[in-house]
């Protein structure tokens, strides 16, 4: 089982709607978590970082952490043609990164 | 222009054929890392360093090696390349090993 599971998607959603990922991780360590955007043939971006359980809002993205559950998601509000991306997931426990396999996000005009 | 480089970008070789992909960052980051990406697999971590002259190994370390000489610069070896070692190469580093920042990647095919 890999540390970090993302739901496998492809999603597809119509410009405008709300774009939802979701990511369990197995290790209960990890500290804080991830959310990269990774345009076909380029290097994944940070897109936003989150550390306490809760949501973290920043421009259309929101992310939540529920360390209980051990789930975290990301929420793309308003999508864009622009948001047609694969997303990773990622945790950190001491100094390993460890990802998901990322979900394909096509939004639709 | 705070960013991490790679070179080379693209890369054909020949088995057995040893071989360095170089990494520099200009953002003064003490903790730096490399990863290859398989598709289905996602992203996996080979070597990390924390601070010049202290390297780890990641998840998949078998036939690659490291140095960390500089904090700026930390090359990816390959002393005897397989084709199962095919893949897209990132390098990131951080400045507080969470929040990492990629490279453009290398593409390396070995034949």
């Known amino acids: 089982q890999k540390e970090v599971e993302q739901n496998s998607g492809p999603l597809s959603v119509p410009e405008g709607a709300i774009a939802s990922l979701n990511c369990t991780y197995s290790d209960r360590g990890s500290q804080s978590f991830f959310w990269y955007r990774q345009y076909s043939g380029k290097s994944p971006e940070l897109i936003m970082s989150?550390?306490?359980?809760g949501d973290k809002e920043d421009g259309r993205f929101t992310a939540q952490l529920n360390k209980a559950s051990q789930y975290v998601s990301l929420l793309i509000r308003d999508s864009q043609p622009s948001d047609s991306a694969t997303y990773l997931c990622?945790?950190?426990?001491?100094?390993?990164?460890?990802f998901g396999a990322g979900t394909t996000v096509t939004v639709r005009a | 222009e705070a960013q991490v480089t790679q070179n080379p970008r693209y890369l054909i070789t020949v088995t057995g054929k040893k071989l360095t992909v170089t990494c520099s960052q200009n953002m003064n980051h003490e903790y730096m890392s490399w990863y290859r990406q398989d598709p289905g697999l996602g992203l996996r971590q080979i070597y990390y360093s924390m601070n010049v002259e202290v390297t780890d190994k990641g998840d998949v370390p078998e036939g690659y090696k490291v140095s960390r000489k500089e904090k700026r610069n930390f090359p990816l070896i390959l002393e005897s390349p397989s084709p199962n070692q095919t893949s897209l190469y990132f390098c990131?580093?951080?400045?507080?090993?969470?929040?990492?920042?990629f490279g453009p990647g290398t593409r390396l095919t070995v034949l």
């Open positions: 990622a945790g950190f426990n001491d100094y390993k990164l460890s």
């Open positions: 990131a580093s951080s400045p507080d090993r969470d929040e990492q920042f």
């Open positions: 989150i550390y306490s359980n």
